[in-house]
């Protein structure tokens, strides 16, 4: 049988389906022709994949099992549910690694999650006598796995647009603006025109230390990228004070 993710969904379902052999899950009494065949979970799975697998005992095996389902009750355990759901599993596998080789951005979690809200879905729709109805249900939590898979690939994701803008131009008051302990502000104010810049800029450069001393500051750096070209527009003036001082 094909292994499954520790923490998936599938994995638990199988756990608990194949688990310990005193759990809820009784066996299935499938009619093939005259003859009467008590089967295992275990055994229901091994006659739709298994190497003697049968196409006429596999047909049984679903219809019996949807069909006990199906006259569960809603507020039941849901045992009868669960057990097609898990024999549904190991005709999920395949496309399920192909979509995930194909898009690396899909959670294997959500797909799993997916595939088995969409047997659950075609279990309440299904017809017991209907034919090949483990395929339709197997198709069904394929093409949605597909759907969501296709559809997660297509999601760009955004920033909030609204809250970046409010937290960018947040402004506090002098006294709860955060100054390096050491360093120099430089302050652009601008001039007093419509055109240039509009709002104060402040870099600030900290005043290294080599063995508890000032080893000297990097002043002519931060002026040289603050500088402008000769032939440039006067954007504003330039004042230069050590981080804290008064203005």
């Known amino acids: 049988?094909?292994?499954?993710?520790?923490?998936?969904?599938?994995?638990?379902?199988?756990?608990?389906?194949?688990?310990?052999?005193?759990?809820?899950?009784?066996s299935l009494t499938v009619h093939v022709g005259s003859r009467a065949l008590l089967l295992s979970p275990d055994e229901s799975r091994g006659a739709l994949y298994g190497p003697r697998r049968d196409a006429v005992l596999?047909?049984?095996?679903w219809r019996q099992a949807v069909t006990e389902a199906r006259?569960?009750?809603?507020?039941?355990?849901?045992?009868?549910r669960l057990?097609?759901?898990?024999?549904?599993l190991p005709g999920l596998y395949r496309n399920l690694h192909r979509i995930l080789r194909r898009w690396r951005r899909v959670d294997r979690a959500d797909l799993e999650a997916e595939a088995v809200l969409a047997v659950l879905a075609a279990l309440e729709a299904a017809d017991p006598d209907g034919p090949d109805l483990g395929g339709r249900l197997v198709k069904e939590a394929v093409n949605r796995m597909w759907a969501y898979a296709k559809r997660v690939s297509r999601e760009v994701p955004?920033?909030?647009?609204?809250a970046f803008a409010e937290a960018r131009n947040a402004t506090a008051p002098p006294?709860?603006?955060?100054?390096?302990?050491?360093?120099?502000?430089?302050?652009?104010?601008?001039?007093?025109?419509?055109?240039?810049?509009?709002?104060?800029?402040?870099?600030a450069e900290p005043r290294p230390r080599q063995h508890g001393r000032r080893t000297g500051t990097h002043l002519l750096d931060l002026v040289f990228r603050a500088r402008r070209h000769e032939e440039a527009d006067l954007v504003g003036t330039l004042a230069l004070r050590p981080a804290g001082a008064q203005r």
């Open 1 to 26: 049988m094909t292994t499954t993710e520790p923490e998936g969904v599938f994995a638990r379902i199988d756990r608990s389906v194949a688990g310990p052999p005193d759990g809820p899950w009784p």
């Open 58 to 61: 596999g047909a049984a095996v």
């Open 71 to 80: 006259k569960e009750p809603q507020d039941d355990d849901g045992a009868g």
């Open 158 to 162: 955004v920033v909030d647009i609204g």
């Open 83 to 88: 057990l097609v759901v898990w024999l549904a």
């Open 175 to 203: 006294e709860e603006r955060p100054r390096p302990p050491e360093g120099w502000e430089l302050h652009i104010t601008p001039p007093p025109r419509r055109e240039g810049l509009y709002a104060t800029l402040r870099f």
